[in-house]
């Protein structure tokens, strides 16, 4: 006896059937979980025709003759590549078609274009990429990046959409943002201003702004930033009126602030604490530090009372060019002692010179 031939799978059959049930539950997941979003389930479905057509096309190998294989295959190609996009394309609905949104994406673009001319600034920046992006574009000559806000409570660019405006910039060189006038969070528009920004004008729904760079900029040329004391940790109360930190009298011995976990190059930097105590100033208070990496203490000192007034603590510290990228972060920290209280605004850190 004879058994039955068991048919013979080629391990390329049991992978592409494998992709092709991937994609299938792709396109179900999208279209499912976030069904405003459906370039990846386009993108997806013009894999499956792409792979549909290519088996199509081994099969009709060697059946018909040349002439009759390329008509087939040009007529498919059209047919299953360019359905999807142009069903699209032709919705009353669709980006083509709306006159409002052209005749408004104009408007805009030409303001900023003009802002741009008029201020001399070449880099602009959002908070929301879909919104930024044709910016690169349509207005030539300009740079764009999209900021988000980072755990510490500051806006950054996003590190995975880097552009080179990021790094083209100085911290006291001006640029524009771009952003909707009707931004639920106004965090945006709120750190603008707290940084002097100037509105420039509304066009629609989006609002055009001039200002200084929101996000701490170090590197071999430069660097300077000041944080605010709602930007950084603390173990103790924030106003939140003016983002000063405070520690009261017996309160236990505590951090009144710590981070800002801020990564530097190699080079010489001074930083600078406003702080304030009722003690008189030979009074010791607490101390403060500057750490790399939790490890490493760069430099540290006393804290002393001020009689209520707000005084500068500065020092110098040194970063150097032999640890890892994870090892550069630092913080500066004030540390208070129980029976004392103390205040704090901002702590800025500048560069001075390079290594």
Same mark, same amino acid.
């Given at each position: 006896?004879t ?7 080629e ?15 792709t396109?179900?997941?999208?279209c499912?979980l ?7 389930a ?19 190998r ?26 699209i ?5 669709? *980006? ?13 673009s030409? *303001? ?42 500051y ?19 001006k640029v ?13 528009a ?12 509304q ?13 701490p900029?170090f ?33 236990p ?13 190699a ?18 208070i ?7 990496g ?6 540290k ?13 500065e ?24 029976e ?7 702590i ?8």
């Amino acid at each position: 006896m004879t058994g039955r031939n068991k048919p013979q799978y080629e391990i390329w059959d049991i992978i592409k059937l494998a992709v092709f049930l991937g994609l299938i539950i792709t396109i179900l997941a999208i279209c499912i979980l976030n069904p405003d979003s459906s370039r990846h389930a386009l993108w997806a479905i013009f894999i499956i025709k792409l792979c549909f057509l290519i088996d199509i096309l081994k099969f009709l190998r060697g059946k018909l003759n040349f002439g009759e294989y390329i008509s087939c295959f040009i007529m498919l190609s059209v047919i299953l590549l360019s359905s999807t996009w142009v069903t699209i394309a032709t919705l009353p609905e669709s *980006f083509r078609h709306n006159k409002s949104y052209n005749a408004d994406n104009e408007q805009l673009s030409d *303001f900023i274009y003009k802002m741009s001319a008029k201020y001399k600034v070449k880099n602009i920046y959002g908070n929301d990429f879909w919104q930024t992006m044709p910016l690169n574009v349509t207005i030539p000559g300009l740079k764009f990046a999209v900021l988000a806000l980072s755990e510490k409570e500051y806006f950054s660019p996003m590190k995975f959409l880097m552009r080179p405006s990021y790094f083209e910039v100085s911290p006291k060189q001006k640029v524009l943002y771009y952003f909707r006038a009707d931004d639920a969070s106004k965090q945006f528009a709120n750190a603008i201003k707290l940084k002097q920004g100037q509105l420039l004008g509304q066009v629609g729904d989006f609002q055009v702004w001039l200002g200084y760079p929101l996000w701490p900029i170090f590197n071999a040329q430069y660097g300077y930033y000041k944080w605010d004391g709602c930007q950084l940790l603390t173990q103790n109360e924030v106003h939140k009126k003016d983002c000063t930190l405070i520690k009261e009298v017996n309160h236990p011995s505590s951090y009144l602030s710590y981070g800002p976990y801020q990564e530097l190059p190699a080079g010489t930097y001074k930083f600078s604490m406003r702080i304030s105590s009722p003690m008189p100033a030979e009074q010791i208070i607490g101390e403060f530090d500057v750490v790399q990496g939790s490890k490493s203490i760069l430099t540290k000192g006393a804290l002393h009372g001020s009689n209520n007034d707000f005084v500068n603590v500065e020092g110098l510290f040194t970063v150097d060019g032999d640890y890892l990228p994870t090892n550069k972060l630092i913080e500066v920290r004030s540390f208070i002692n129980k029976e004392f209280s103390a205040s704090l605004k901002n702590i800025s850190i500048e560069k001075i010179d390079n290594r």
